[in-house]
């Protein structure tokens, strides 16, 4: 009996042991969140796409859709020649709409490097561009006080020890095929290659705070985290940049730190993503129209409502937005581009307080009607985005006694209420502000 009893009780104290996360190292919640501390403040970044598949102009996959050789896409890199790449531009447009952090694609799949690697020929510095375009992009966004990430492909059509395998740009419909093509190519010689470029990206350009490994497809003819070493990549980027944090498309889920945040890509979450147990920290990535690379005659671009509403939305589920930019072959951005950024400038210039600092509303602040509620823990303010505005009166049910004062955001006039049994009502004025998504901030008690 007693022998029963301390076994029952040894099997008890071992349960919660058994049920927690596998890692790869030891640092604690709390000190992840310190890490993470200034994006999860940050809320908004740019993602830019640019490589040579902004000359054809028709997708960052074009090799791939188009199944194009090697020999065939030499042509963009003989005329890559981005006259009008100006870097300060660039930054200067991200924070004017809003953005505190940018994170741009140093070499994507098609294998082209924007910047100066000593472990290819195959990069920007060789083109009659001849510049490096990841220097100048790192000086101009920290000029702007703007943090700098690098996105890199973990994937490449170019380089000759990749293996062909189902995502390659001369993927076979026999795989059969595949033995044969891959006679010769050494995906060790690539590995070596893929560890020296980010040995390269976090050594030489100085303090890097994100980097976004894109991606893996584990499985027949498929790539994994056995691919790519990483296990070992992945502690080569906190050695190098104790700091920075790192998305999740090195296949390492098993490990609850095997990346720092989730990344769903182009949709909306219907709530704040759980992993191992918990709400995880996430940032969904999102194009202005249906393509990362330019790509000129796609026409499904995203309306400026659409837009605020998806970084409102974010927001409400406790997460980042990252807004891609795909700049066109002259190295600027399309005028599609600019637009939007402009229009979503002057939204955040005097609506942001409900952005930056900003996360999911406390459970016991109902939503109402045709609002999406974001909240800062630290002032204690909650905001209402008015989606469709209300005429002059808002019902906000069960609010009684927790609204000390009511205003709208953008111009800080007073909005009058009054507590009518368990509600608040709100009297909104009839003319609507002059915002895609009119805020108000409620100070609470
Ligand atoms: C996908 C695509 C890629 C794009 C990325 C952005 O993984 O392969 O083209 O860069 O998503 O998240």
Redesign the pocket.
């Known amino acids: 009996m007693k022998k029963i009893l301390i076994l029952a009780i040894s099997i008890l104290i071992m349960l919660p042991a058994v049920a927690q996360n596998k890692k790869l190292g030891n640092e604690t919640d709390e000190q992840k969140k310190e890490r993470l501390a200034w994006w999860t403040n940050d809320r908004f970044g740019m993602?830019i796409?640019f490589g040579l598949y902004a000359l054809p102009g028709r997708?960052?996959?074009v090799k791939n859709f188009e199944r194009t050789t090697n020999e065939a896409y030499q042509k963009y890199f003989d005329l890559f020649n981005p006259d009008l790449y100006d870097a300060r531009e660039w930054a200067k447009k991200a924070k004017e709409a809003g953005m505190k952090y940018a994170v741009i694609?140093t070499k994507?799949?098609e294998g082209f490097c924007l910047f100066d690697s000593k472990l290819t020929d195959y990069k920007a510095t060789n083109t009659p561009f001849k510049r490096d375009l990841i220097r100048e992009f790192v000086d101009a966004f920290r000029a702007e006080g703007l943090k700098v990430g690098f996105?890199y492909?973990l994937?490449d059509w170019h380089h000759p020890d990749f293996t062909v395998d189902r995502v390659h740009s001369q993927r076979q419909d026999n795989p059969a095929n595949y033995a044969e093509l891959n006679k010769g190519r050494d995906m060790n010689v690539y590995r070596k290659y893929l560890h020296g470029q980010v040995r390269e990206l976090l050594t030489n350009y100085g303090k890097i705070d994100i980097i976004?490994l894109?991606?893996s497809y584990p499985g027949e003819y498929g790539k994994g985290h056995e691919d790519w070493n990483s296990k070992d990549l992945l502690a080569l980027i906190r050695k190098l940049q104790p700091g920075i944090i790192v998305d999740d498309?090195l296949d390492l889920g098993d490990y609850e730190d095997g990346q720092d945040f989730v990344?769903p890509?182009?949709y909306k979450v219907d709530k704040w993503p759980e992993r191992y147990g918990k709400k995880f920290a996430w940032e969904t990535?999102q194009t202005f129209s249906g393509s990362?690379?330019y790509y000129r005659d796609e026409m499904s671009w995203k309306d400026t409502k659409q837009l605020l509403g998806l970084l409102i939305e974010t927001v409400s589920k406790g997460g980042n937005l990252?807004l891609?930019v795909g700049p066109t072959a002259r190295g600027d951005f399309d005028s599609r581009a600019d637009q939007a950024l402009a229009n979503m400038g002057k939204w955040m210039k005097h609506n942001s307080r409900s952005i930056y600092g900003c996360t999911e509303a406390p459970e016991n602040f109902k939503t109402p009607a045709s609002g999406v509620l974001t909240y800062n823990p630290t002032t204690n303010r909650l905001y209402i985005h008015l989606l469709d505005y209300p005429l002059q009166n808002l019902r906000l049910p069960d609010y009684k006694g927790k609204v000390k004062y009511a205003q709208f955001l953008h111009d800080g006039s007073e909005i009058r209420f009054q507590e009518n049994g368990n509600d608040v009502n709100l009297s909104l004025p009839v003319f609507k502000p002059n915002y895609e998504i009119p805020v108000l901030e409620l100070i609470l008690n």
């Open positions: 993602f796409h997708h960052e996959w694609t994507h799949h996105y492909s994937i976004w894109d991606f498309r990344t890509e182009q990535c990362w690379g990252l891609n």
